[in-house]
């Protein structure tokens, strides 16, 4: 199997180049940055979570992680549309899944931002979903920010395509 | 220089004539009267019979920029209604060499028409009518502006519009920066400047015309017209840089012919070598050679046909045929897998850039976040044990403002590197699909020949027919060749002129001007007024903090001026400019007219502090020893008046309720002369007293 590293590595040793790191050039992510995830969390919990008896709303975990993992990429939104209208055809419904389930199960950043929720207790674990906390107002807050000042528009733009989406417990399955 | 001598109004009533006047003096002087006595008829009464009305917003000839009691209703003796027959006004202007000048013009009557009374400096008077708007500049016997531009001893300008036309600078161009009207004049320095004639960069135009720097209004026009040149240049470039890229991918030659860059750097590449030198040296096709061996061989093709000997024994005509067609169809075949690699390789890179753009959007809208404050975490603590929760104790980060920063900017290459492998993707692709079709053409000709030959009977005829069906073929390529060279040939020759239309542009020479010492003294001059009106955000340590842009705009310490200070600062800045600019005009022999008129200057901001430090600059010399005409309307308190005077400024503070009254029956009036000194008449050499109605 070709290894583009060593081949790299094996180029550049065997000619005068010195490999030089300019550090100030790297920058992390933004998808990595706990501000940003907040925000996208903030706006799909508000914009999808189902409000239950005494106002508390509640959401599967697992849809939350989903719709936020759309959210962050719209481009994988026609992906997941794909699959949403594949989920009768077991084998179409795999393939069109398949970039989905590859990328989301790396995607460890929202547990540890969840975590961080429910240490704050502005989420409750609930079985298999989550709950507003005493502290939900920040979910309000940042979702109030980000329309008022006009931020993250593409995303929110997805959160919104996605209500006409069907998400179903076999989508979300295994996860 | 020129000054106002009398402003006039008179016209006709049902109940009788009525008429008022004001003369001025040269220097600064002030006309203090109460509100709705009639100041901005006279104010209005300039503008009008100078054809100024477009800089106050009203269309050609448009009476209504004069209030009611000139054009319909007015308050005439016991008559609160007298209705209005006729109205007129008329100014007359002084030449500081001796000529005067009184323009009259109909307010309810012809409009259009304005009388001119031209009095030489020997005393000969000579009558014209001009018309007041149309074509007033262009029309040389009959245009007023066209006249009063000679009369003052104007150079006309030919300046740049937006759509590449000339145009001249109008009167009306340089009238706000010395008629400061009271509704919008004082809302910031050219308020009422005209922008829809389209005159590129005229409000600079403006201010450099009448600090006399025409040379550098020349310069600026040059430049302006060159840079039009240059873009116009420049767009066609790239047009023809597309055709040749187009031509070139057609028939699957890799060549770069690039239209973008500046003039210089276009100029530089396109002389180096011509087209058929780009395409031998990049793609290696010598297009001569290439026809020249399509002649050989048609030739030696209509030779075998026509002349050469057959041989009977020789069966490998369709079996060449068939040969050859089979390898243009694996070619075929082998471009079209390549085509769709290429086409895929598109679709996933267009996907990349999406994902790109959406990223460097986010990282954007979060680098705003990091930068103003917004939506800023709160102090987050455990609500159980109440201590501070850090993100990493989650394995979470808090990105920094510049780590955002430099991430937005590392997507950006990103995005750039992908946008340029895209354009190469795009490139080979049309460059295979070029090939592609040649290469159908080919197998299309080759399976007709194919099918020529094996449908012949005899290995004669097998061989003839092949032998015309190649020779059909070199033909066809031959005049494919023909038709590419013609193309290249075109392309050339607009490349050619092209470069001949560049280096004409590259060699105009731009004139040095005298701009500087002009600019400066404007500046020196605004350093002072600013200070003597007591600008807040100018103290005597800071003048030399004051600067201006290339547009004139005063900076102070690298902040712009007008956004510093109080709110009725503004009115300050504002005169301040009209009065430097009429100054350093005057030092500097330029063209300003010696004449700046302030509408209300005090009704911009009540405040009082802003009444005082006015008065206390009109008590200074500055502004008393001003060479220049400075007419101020406005109203002032008995003791404000009183204290001027005192100190020298000339206050004229008119009798009477109204500046327009009637005119007493012509029997009951003992001469001609006498009704000059009427009752509405502000003659400022009638002795004036402190007791005058300009109580407000």
Redesign the interface.
């Known amino acids: 199997m070709p290894n583009p590293l060593q081949d790299l590595t094996e180029l550049l040793g065997s000619s005068q180049l010195r490999p030089v790191v300019k550090l100030d050039r790297l920058g992390a992510s933004a998808v990595y940055d706990l501000q940003y995830r907040l925000f996208v969390i903030a706006c799909s919990f508000m914009r999808h979570a189902k409000t239950e008896l005494h106002g508390i709303r509640q959401i599967q975990s697992a849809r939350l992680k989903l719709i936020q993992f759309t959210a962050s990429r719209p481009w994988l939104l026609a992906h997941l549309v794909e699959w949403s209208k594949s989920r009768r055809d077991p084998q179409r419904s795999l393939l069109s899944s398949q970039r989905f389930r590859r990328a989301f199960l790396g995607d460890t950043t929202h547990d540890d931002v969840i975590a961080f929720l429910f240490a704050n207790d502005v989420l409750r674990p609930h079985g298999s979903s989550l709950r507003s906390g005493s502290r939900d107002n920040l979910l309000s807050q940042l979702n109030d920010i980000a329309a008022s000042s006009n931020l993250f528009e593409a995303e929110r733009k997805v959160l919104e395509t996605l209500t006409t989406v069907r998400i179903t417990n076999d989508m979300l399955e295994g996860w | 220089m020129i000054r106002l001598v009398q402003i006039e109004l008179s016209g006709k009533a049902d109940v009788g004539a009525f008429r008022g006047e004001l003369t001025l003096s040269p220097g600064i002087q002030i006309i203090s009267a109460h509100n709705s006595y009639g100041k901005s008829l006279a104010v209005t009464a300039v503008a009008w019979c100078l054809g100024l009305e477009p800089m106050l917003g009203f269309p050609d000839n448009d009476a209504t920029c004069f209030p009611e009691a000139a054009r319909e209703r007015i308050e005439l003796g016991e008559r609160s209604d007298a209705r209005v027959l006729s109205s007129a006004c008329s100014i007359t202007i002084a030449h500081q060499d001796g000529r005067q000048l009184r323009l009259e013009r109909d307010i309810k009557g012809d409009p259009t028409v304005v009388s001119i009374e031209e009095t030489s400096a020997d005393g000969e008077v000579r009558h014209s009518r001009l018309v007041a708007r149309r074509e007033t500049m262009h029309d040389e016997h009959g245009g007023l502006q066209r006249f009063l531009f000679g009369w003052l001893g104007w150079q006309r300008e030919s300046l740049l519009t937006y759509k590449g036309t000339s145009a001249e600078i109008y009167l009306e161009n340089v009238a706000p920066l010395f008629y400061i009207e009271q509704d919008e004049g004082w809302t910031g320095v050219q308020a009422l400047q005209i922008t829809r004639y389209g005159q590129q960069q005229i409000a600079e135009i403006a201010i450099e015309y009448l600090l006399g720097a025409t040379e550098a209004i020349k310069a600026r026009v040059a430049r302006l017209q060159m840079a039009t040149r240059e873009m116009a240049l420049r767009e066609n470039a790239r047009a023809i840089a597309e055709r040749v890229t187009t031509l070139f991918l057609r028939n699957g030659w890799a060549v770069e012919w690039s239209g973008n860059g500046s003039i210089t750097e276009i100029l530089a590449r396109w002389t180096r070598r011509s087209l058929r030198e780009s395409l031998r040296k990049q793609a290696e096709v010598d297009l001569a050679s290439q026809r020249q061996f399509l002649e050989q061989q048609a030739e030696t093709l209509r030779k075998k046909l026509t002349s050469e000997p057959i041989d009977p024994a020789n069966a490998s005509a369709p079996a060449g045929a068939s040969q050859k067609a089979i390898e243009l169809k694996m070619r075929r075949h082998a471009l079209s897998a390549e085509l769709r690699a290429l086409y895929s390789q598109q679709a996933e890179t267009e996907?990349l850039l999406?994902?790109l753009s959406?990223?460097i959007?986010?990282?954007t809208?979060?680098h705003?976040?990091?930068t103003t404050g917004?939506?800023r975490?709160?102090h987050?603590?455990?609500?159980v044990c109440h201590r501070d929760?850090d993100?990493d104790t989650?394995?979470?980060?808090?990105?920094s403002a510049d780590?955002?920063?430099?991430?937005?900017?590392?997507l950006k290459r990103d995005r750039d590197l992908v946008r340029k492998n895209n354009e190469g993707s795009v490139a080979a692709a049309s460059a295979t699909r070029a090939e592609l079709e040649r290469i159908s053409d080919e197998l299309r000709e080759a399976e007709r020949a194919l099918m020529t030959v094996t449908a012949a009977v005899g290995t004669i005829r097998e061989q003839v027919a092949q032998t015309a069906a190649d020779l059909g073929a070199v033909e066809r390529s031959h005049d494919r060749l023909s038709t590419v060279i013609q193309e290249i040939e075109g392309l050339q020759g607009e490349i050619d002129r092209w470069v001949a239309a560049a280096q004409t542009v590259a060699r105009v020479p731009i004139a040095a001007s005298d701009l500087q010492h002009r600019r400066q003294a404007f500046l020196d001059a605004l350093r002072k007024y600013l200070l003597a009106l007591g600008h807040s955000a100018m103290h005597a340590t800071n003048l030399g903090g004051l600067t201006l842009d290339e547009q004139y705009t005063p900076f102070l310490e690298g902040r712009l001026l007008r956004s510093l200070g109080s709110a009725s600062d503004r009115a300050r800045y504002v005169a301040a400019y009209s009065l430097a600019l009429a100054a350093a005009s005057n030092q500097v022999q330029g063209l300003h007219p010696g004449i700046v008129l302030l509408d209300e200057p005090l009704q911009q901001n009540p405040d009082p502090a802003h009444r005082e430090l006015f008065l206390t600059f009109l008590e200074q010399e500055l502004a008393r020893q001003a060479t220049f005409q400075t007419v101020i309307f406005t109203s002032l308190w008995d003791y404000e008046i009183a204290a001027l005077r005192e100190k020298g400024t000339r206050v004229i503070s008119p009798e009477g309720r109204h500046f327009l009254n009637l005119e007493p029956p012509p029997a009951e009036t003992p001469s001609d002369e006498g009704s000059a000194t009427d009752a509405g008449s502000l003659d400022p050499t009638k002795p004036e007293t402190d007791e005058g109605p300009s109580t407000v």
């Open positions: 996907i999406e994902s959406h990223r959007h986010t990282a809208d979060l705003r976040l990091k917004i939506g975490l709160d987050l603590e455990c609500p929760l993100p989650f394995g979470l980060t808090v990105q780590s955002v920063a430099a991430h937005i900017e590392s």
